[in-house]
């Protein structure tokens, strides 16, 4: 990989253009940048005030970095000179790339040869700010402010320069170490760009804000070397997963169709995922102030009732919990606020002791004991314009003391953004107490730090099972019958079945297989919107009655024996996805599926254990451990199910694209898991 250190921290910056570049040196002189800058322009003498020279050529060294903000034709000439100069690399401001037409993806091309073992950023892209050094390769106005003598902050990465401008301008309070775009990724990455941040000892926690990732071995080096340096990644993921199936036959593909690939990838790397830039914030807010979370125990006080409602409906199908306190705990926080107060999670302790300090101290001590994973104080600050907050700031004395002699990890969160300012989330954060804006963020940010340290619990991971592109060709399904033999090779138990041509054949199978019977027409993809299966025969009359309904269908029929009173229903789907090979779905199985939206995915190979916990987190999770005096499932079975269609994913030679169980059904415990319905689809001339 090349190296982009000198590029992040340069010594000397030369600016190529006009009045980008004039921007460019206006930012590092707001930013205090030390070093040395060097216009370049071929007819100006001066550009932003300084003195410029006439070509790359001519600078008095090789520049460490270089913004070049001309003309896309242009832009490659220069990237040739600069690489030949030896500098350290460049940023490529100007659009008009791949990502317009294809003058454009053959000038990118273009411009990667001329760049040669340069590191180049871009093109279409702002750059990047370096806030600890104060190196600000930037053609326009950003919020953000060099940091002090040891101070810290976080990383943030993004491809959109848009987005860069708008985060810089947030006013909550999130000291910025950096802010890097890496445009249309041509060269030199995000995950290049995220691993070189991570070594420096001034990053605490870096964002990535993702439109489509570069490289996905890129980001298993990011997300091992995270965990080692202990540094967590924040994700927040544009758009979808871009599934290439030759076919979407299979509900597996309709489910893993979104971004649950990329979802999957997140949540195996142990980089924590949030779905808004609020979140992303407040996430890495959070993160920067207090580490990962231990667990998803949360305590919230507040001195109203409704915002104690407010919480409690909050934390509804999250993670995160107000789990109750310990009766001594009760006891002291009862002592302290008195028989009217009703304690309990989360807490209202009105405003009897509303600028007791001595009090408030006693009473969130009380609560911070509590071995509580994190504890929110909800607290908005009135308008300073019109009101005055003096009392408040007693309130943030007694938190700030309580949390000093408990040594736990304390917020205060205002319920509304604009309820708490700047200024006072920095007079917070100096008091070692983490601001937060609004609830959902709140919590969102508490998930994702908890999920962080769940992640890094676990041994890392191995690297995805990644297929090779072949030539396209049409997609070929097997049958169920084909389907189901091919999974009884691997080990997979199916029930007992045949294929027959006619009523006669059929009648002859059943005195083979027995009663009951399930009589099915091969070749569908979906049997039931087809009605093209017969279940529950119980007799040669109703195999009669199946066989003349189905006739008519034209298809090859299938009759198997019936899975007698299965517990549950689980599908089992694998679907190959461009970037991250195969993606194993479980989720609630039967005609329900789509509808009920109950499914997890997991990337190939993941372990037994991966594979458990993916079920546990299903709703119909409850079936498998016996629900209202069901037995409980044989789940042993199932697992040994699953891992045995992982085998056969990643067996040699195979060229699988989709394969559906659907469903697995899963009788009590002893009497197994069996595949009731396959279908598998392969590469055209492939043999599984």
């Not at 199936?245 to 489910?255: D, N, P």
């Not at 929110?376 to 938190?399: I, N, Q, S, Y």
């Not at 499932?633 to 269609?645: G, S």
């Amino acid at each position: 990989m090349r190296s982009v250190q000198r590029l992040l921290h340069p010594k000397s910056v030369a600016v190529i253009g006009g009045a980008e570049a004039a921007a460019v040196i206006e930012q590092c002189r707001r930013l205090g940048y030390a070093g040395d800058i060097w216009p370049v322009h071929p007819t100006r003498a001066q550009v932003g005030g300084l003195p410029a020279y006439r070509s790359v050529e001519a600078l008095p060294a090789a520049p460490d970095a270089a913004f070049v903000g001309v003309n896309r034709r242009i832009t490659v000439e220069l990237v040739k000179a600069l690489a030949k100069k030896g500098a350290g690399g460049a940023v490529c401001y100007a659009s008009g790339f791949r990502e317009a037409d294809g003058e454009g993806a053959d000038l990118q091309a273009a411009l990667v040869a001329a760049a040669g073992a340069m590191p180049v950023i871009g093109p279409n892209c702002y750059g990047l700010i370096n806030y600890g050094l104060g190196a600000g390769l930037w053609p326009d106005q950003q919020g953000g402010t060099r940091l002090e003598a040891g101070e810290t902050g976080v990383a943030i990465i993004t491809q959109s320069s848009n987005i860069a401008i708008n985060l810089t301008m947030q006013r909550r309070g999130l000291p910025l170490a950096y802010m890097l775009t890496a445009g249309n990724q041509a060269q030199t990455g995000l995950s290049d760009l995220a691993l070189a941040v991570l070594d420096d000892p001034r990053v605490t926690a870096l964002g990535l804000h993702i439109e489509g990732i570069d490289s996905v071995s890129g980001l298993e080096n990011l997300a091992q070397k995270a965990r080692a340096a202990g540094k967590p990644v924040v994700v927040i993921k544009m758009g979808v997963s871009e599934q290439a199936q030759a076919a979407g036959l299979t509900h597996s593909a309709s489910l893993a169709g979104n971004d649950a690939a990329a979802d999957a990838f997140f949540r195996r790397l142990g980089l924590a995922r949030v779905h808004s830039l609020p979140s992303f914030l407040e996430t890495l807010k959070l993160l920067h102030c207090v580490g990962p979370l231990a667990g998803f125990a949360l305590s919230s006080m507040s001195c109203s009732g409704g915002e104690a409602c407010l919480m409690a409906d909050a934390v509804q199908g999250r993670r995160v919990t107000f789990r109750d306190l310990a009766e001594p705990q009760r006891q002291a926080l009862q002592e302290v606020l008195g028989p009217l107060v009703t304690v309990s999670q989360p807490l209202d302790y009105h405003t009897y002791i509303w600028a007791d300090v001595p009090a408030m101290t006693a009473a969130f001590t009380a609560m911070f004991s509590g071995s509580f994973d994190l504890n929110l104080v909800v607290l908005d600050f009135p308008r300073e314009d019109r009101c005055a907050p003096d009392l408040w700031w007693r309130t943030v004395e007694a938190v700030e003391s309580a949390a000093r002699t408990t040594k736990a990890k304390v917020a205060v969160l205002a319920t509304l953004p604009e309820n708490l300012t700047e200024d006072q989330a920095k007079a917070l954060m100096a008091r070692g107490l983490v601001p937060l804006c609004g609830v959902t963020e709140a919590l969102d940010a508490a998930e994702a730090a908890a999920a962080i340290v769940q992640a890094w619990a676990q041994p890392a991971p191995p690297p995805l099972h990644q297929i090779a592109a072949s030539p396209s060709a049409e997609p070929v399904m097997l049958d169920e019958a084909a389907a189901k033999e091919r999974l009884s090779e691997h080990g997979i138990a199916i029930p007992h079945g045949r294929r027959v041509a006619d009523l006669p054949a059929a009648c002859e199978a059943a005195e083979c297989i027995g009663f009951p019977l399930a009589l099915k027409a091969l070749g569908l993809a979906h049997k039931t919107e087809a009605r093209a299966l017969r279940l529950n025969l119980q007799s040669p009359e109703d195999l009669q009655r199946a066989v003349e309904d189905l006739r008519p269908l034209g298809r090859p029929l299938y009759l198997e024996a019936m899975v007698a009173d299965p517990v549950c229903e689980i599908i089992v789907g694998l679907t190959r996805d461009p970037q991250f090979g195969m993606v194993l779905t479980l989720g609630s199985g039967g005609i329900l599926v789509e509808l009920l939206d109950d499914s997890r995915s997991l990337l190939l190979p993941c372990g037994r254990s991966e594979v458990e916990e993916a079920l546990d987190s299903l709703r119909s999770a409850r079936l498998l451990e016996g629900y209202r005096g069901r037995p409980p499932a044989d789940k042993a079975a199932l697992l040994d199910l699953i891992m045995a269609v992982q085998d056969f994913a990643l067996g040699a030679g195979k060229r699988l694209l989709e394969l559906d169980i659907n469903p697995v059904m899963v009788c009590a415990e002893g009497q197994g898991a069996f595949a009731a319905d396959a279908l598998i689809v392969l590469e055209g001339t492939a043999h599984v």
